[in-house]
């Protein structure tokens, strides 16, 4: 089933799936202002915004980015299981047939760890300090670029 | 299970191999079908390989003010569908910024994703302003999830206020959502959405002023000589009356096929083809209203003009294939 699924070509580039993006929280994490507030910013960026809530499994967030065909995933981490939830969300995706979805990670995560999560296919990771006007700008040019 | 049929020959390619996978069941082909259920490029296209779609799901709207409980009752209506061993999928909007055109889409916070059940399917939808807390792609989306072979289909609205009846026509069954303590008993005579109302449900009644909304309720709705119609008390909290709801629901009448409820689904659509055409073709409406005015027509000859013209302008996906 996944091979399939990797196999068969987004139809043209499809703006309304590009610009669908599941924010989720993944594990005991129950810190959710951060995201709450990047879901607000990329609303009114015009992106349309899925909020699963909290306290999700990495295979049900995965089952979430599945069933509503989102573009993109962003995993906000505040608990320090990052370079644990974030591989096995990852692994799932691929398994899945999902690797056309873009993930993105938020959070607390050390300068250190950045690396380790980019070499397992985080496309972006936004740690403490990073302005909301570059999230959403990111997130603006990587779909503009994708148009062109 | 589905039969598999081979698409006409004048759909593009992809879309093909895309219904072919569908057909066979394949989950991530029925994803990216209800995403381009929302694509003008394709939506001509999907209607006709839908047309041939026998009625077999149950679908039923659940609607009501926003915060009234419609996401936490159906996150308790899928566990209850599955218990008693049917498969169930759900349509859930939320609204689209008239702004900015974003949206915040949260309803799947009250239901449950359990990830290897095959016999459910949640799709969050953007519900534009203007079109009575409805995604644009509804029919179509209900239809795909239809054909993939789902019992009960459950669609959500926007949070409405007292006369967004469009989605009636859409469904078998309309379930109005009212929180207790949310009007006096006028408010029950009023016409629109209670009126149009198949089944009337009382949320969290284990809050105070449940049970006295209720039965106002009951008392107004059943007046003698009035046709009846059931209210229901629950509480997703104690998870009291949910099922004797599904029991009510299970009861209802199938009336999604009937010529009447057919003719409110074409209005819907023809009004949303025309307002998609008035959108793309900004600069032909502008022309003809200067036109139009410095002929001295009033407002209605101009929109009569209009409509005219922008019927005749090819869909866009008609223009694409030869």
């Given at each position: 089933m996944s091979l399939v699924a990797m196999n068969v070509p987004l139809p043209g580039k499809l703006k309304s799936q590009t610009r669908r993006i599941v924010l989720a929280k993944v594990g005991l994490?129950?810190?959710?202002r951060g995201i709450k507030v990047v879901a607000r910013a990329l609303r009114d960026a015009g992106f349309e915004v899925i909020y699963p809530g909290l306290w999700l499994s990495p295979e049900s967030v995965v089952r979430v980015v599945a069933e509503e065909d989102a573009g993109w995933l962003g995993i906000s981490i505040l608990s320090g299981a990052h370079l644990v939830l974030v591989p096995r969300v990852l692994e799932l995706l691929r398994q899945q047939g999902l690797s056309h979805v873009r993930v993105v990670v938020g959070g607390t995560i050390p300068e250190e760890d950045v690396p380790a999560l980019l070499a397992c296919g985080v496309a972006k990771v936004f740690g403490p300090g990073s302005a909301l006007a570059d999230i959403v700008q990111y997130f603006q040019s990587e779909c503009d670029d994708e148009r062109n | 299970m589905m039969s598999v049929i081979s698409p006409p020959s004048d759909i593009p390619p992809v879309l093909g191999e895309l219904w072919q996978a569908y057909s066979r069941g394949e989950r991530w082909a029925l994803a990216r079908l209800l995403t381009l259920a929302g694509e003008q490029d394709y939506r001509a296209h999907l209607y006709r390989l839908l047309s041939a779609v026998s009625p077999s799901a149950f679908v039923v709207a659940i609607t009501g003010a926003p915060g009234a409980g419609k996401s936490t009752l159906i996150g308790k209506l899928i566990l209850l569908i599955r218990e008693g061993g049917q498969s169930v999928a759900v349509l859930a909007c939320d609204p689209r910024s008239p702004r900015t055109g974003g949206a915040l889409l949260g309803d799947r916070i009250r239901m449950p994703t359990v990830p290897?059940?095959?016999?459910t399917y949640i799709r969050s939808l953007a519900a534009p302003p203007g079109r009575q807390g409805l995604a644009e792609n509804l029919d179509l989306c209900i239809a795909l999830l239809e054909r993939f072979a789902f019992d009960w289909i459950l669609v959500e609205t926007v949070?409405?206020?007292?006369?967004?009846?469009?989605?009636r026509g859409l469904v078998d069954c309309l379930v109005l959502l009212i929180q207790p303590e949310?009007?006096?008993e006028i408010q029950w005579e009023k016409a629109g959405l209670l009126e149009v109302a198949d089944l009337v449900v009382v949320s969290k009644g284990d809050l105070p002023g449940a049970s006295r909304t209720a039965e106002q309720l009951r008392q107004t709705l059943n007046l003698p000589g009035f046709p009846a119609k059931p209210v229901v008390l629950i509480s997703a909290a104690k998870g009291s009356g949910l099922a004797e709801l599904l029991q009510q629901l299970a009861e209802?009448?199938?009336?999604?096929?009937?010529p009447e409820q057919k003719r409110q689904r074409l209005l819907l659509l023809a009004q949303e083809i025309l307002a998609e055409r008035f959108q793309e073709h900004a600069d032909l409406v502008q022309r003809l209203v200067e036109e139009g005015q410095s002929a001295g027509w009033d407002d209605w000859q101009i929109a009569s003009q209009l409509i005219n013209r922008l019927a005749s302008v090819p869909a866009k996906c008609e223009r694409r294939t030869p």
């Open positions: 994490d129950g810190h959710d | 290897d059940d095959t016999g949070g409405v206020g007292q006369s967004d009846v469009a989605v949310s009007g006096d209802q009448p199938r009336r999604r096929h009937t």
